[in-house]
């Protein structure tokens, strides 16, 4: 029986596509920011990184100011006019490094005003969860709890790059990854948070990927390779582990406090801190911290209680 080879190939490269399981045109990315963003070319090093893996590229665009806040972005138009330009994947939105400490409140209506014009294109609303200065570690935790409070708000991502920024510090005192200015991010620095975004866009490891980076035949970033496996690991570990990690700290009764890590879109799990009773919370809707007693359907040792519930509003 003589067989049509042409037909053939095409019924072998149709079904492999259908068995690859990953979408084969790029993942459209806008990144809406400022120096942060545009330091060491950010967006350029989570490309490289995509396009050194082998797998599915990563096409982005930037809207990028030095010092702008979201507001700003918002009403000076360019960011808004790129938004509604195309159809991206994924929109990134950076807010200005001490403006989620200074003024959450102030973030949170201009990012959910840019999620809005995000939303109508049908794009996915990312957060770039952004660093302390180098003098000043415990921004740290102001800056998750902005971000991560109006991701909880919108159903949006969280990028966890400042996460894993403290987590590689606190894994070697010697480590730098701030510029002399203790603010921006060197090489380093970058680096880690394009591996973060690496991971957190395509939910895939960064480790194993090349230590230097480059686009159009412009060398980008290079780092020593021992370092380079360390930050991939890390940026690994922390974005698997931000699924679990604490959104904030909710207020149970007029003393008790317990931090909360979301399970899914449904349900989190509670963990009562030291001295609380025996009553758990469940989330608001809205940023403010609020409670409603339950009924704890599980207690761990060592007096620590768990519990998992619906998420509901209060």
Request: hydrophobic share 40%; glycine share 8%.
């Given at each position: 029986?003589?067989?049509?080879?042409?037909?053939?190939?095409?019924?072998?490269?149709?079904?492999?596509?259908?068995?690859?399981?990953?979408?084969?045109?790029?993942?459209?990315?806008?990144?809406?920011?400022?120096?942060?963003?545009?330091?060491?070319?950010?967006?350029?090093?989570?490309?490289?990184?995509?396009?050194?893996?082998?797998?599915?590229?990563?096409?982005?665009?930037?809207?990028?100011?030095?010092?702008?806040?979201?507001?700003?972005?918002?009403?000076?138009?360019?960011?808004?006019?790129?938004?509604?330009?195309?159809?991206?994947?994924?929109?990134?939105?950076?807010?200005?490094?001490?403006?989620?400490?200074?003024?959450?409140?102030?973030?949170?209506?201009?990012a959910r005003k840019l999620h809005a014009e995000i939303d109508k294109q049908g794009a996915k609303t990312v957060f770039f969860l952004t660093w302390a200065?180098?003098?000043?570690?415990?921004?740290?935790?102001?800056?998750?709890?902005?971000?991560?409070?109006?991701?909880?708000?919108?159903?949006?991502?969280?990028?966890?790059?400042?996460?894993?920024?403290?987590?590689?510090?606190?894994?070697?005192?010697?480590?730098?990854?701030?510029?002399?200015?203790?603010?921006?991010?060197?090489?380093?620095?970058?680096?880690?948070?394009?591996?973060?975004?690496?991971?957190?866009?395509?939910?895939?490891?960064?480790?194993?990927?090349p230590a230097e980076l480059g686009s159009r035949g412009k060398t980008l970033v290079t780092l020593d390779a021992k370092l380079a496996g360390r930050l991939?690991?890390?940026?690994?570990?922390?974005?698997?582990?931000?699924?679990?990690?604490?959104?904030?700290?909710?207020?149970?009764?007029?003393?008790?406090?317990?931090?909360?890590?979301?399970?899914?879109?449904?349900?989190?799990?509670?963990?009562?801190?030291?001295?609380?009773?025996?009553?758990?919370?469940?989330?608001?809707?809205?940023?403010?911290?609020?409670?409603?007693?339950?009924?704890?359907?599980?207690?761990?040792?060592?007096?620590?209680?768990?519990?998992?519930?619906?998420?509901?509003?209060?």
């Open positions: 029986m003589q067989v049509n080879t042409s037909v053939l190939l095409s019924i072998v490269l149709f079904s492999a596509g259908i068995c690859s399981g990953e979408p084969k045109e790029p993942l459209s990315v806008l990144f809406i920011g400022n120096s942060y963003t545009a330091g060491n070319n950010l967006p350029a090093l989570v490309a490289a990184l995509a396009d050194a893996a082998g797998g599915r590229k990563i096409e982005t665009d930037r809207s990028i100011h030095g010092g702008f806040t979201l507001e700003k972005h918002f009403e000076k138009g360019e960011a808004v006019e790129k938004i509604r330009r195309r159809k991206w994947d994924v929109v990134v939105l950076q807010e200005q490094s001490q403006m989620p400490c200074v003024d959450p409140e102030l973030m949170h209506r201009f200065r180098r003098h000043i570690p415990s921004m740290q935790e102001g800056l998750n709890s902005a971000y991560f409070g109006i991701a909880r708000q919108l159903d949006a991502e969280v990028a966890p790059v400042g996460m894993a920024w403290k987590n590689a510090l606190t894994a070697d005192a010697q480590l730098v990854l701030h510029r002399d200015d203790r603010s921006h991010p060197n090489p380093a620095g970058s680096y880690l948070a394009a591996c973060v975004f690496y991971a957190t866009l395509l939910q895939k490891s960064p480790v194993g990927l991939q690991q890390i940026a690994w570990q922390t974005v698997q582990e931000t699924r679990e990690k604490p959104f904030g700290v909710l207020q149970i009764g007029q003393h008790a406090r317990c931090r909360f890590a979301q399970l899914s879109r449904f349900g989190y799990r509670f963990r009562l801190g030291h001295g609380a009773d025996d009553r758990l919370g469940v989330a608001a809707a809205d940023q403010q911290p609020s409670a409603r007693p339950v009924e704890p359907q599980a207690v761990e040792p060592a007096g620590r209680r768990v519990a998992e519930m619906p998420l509901q509003r209060v």
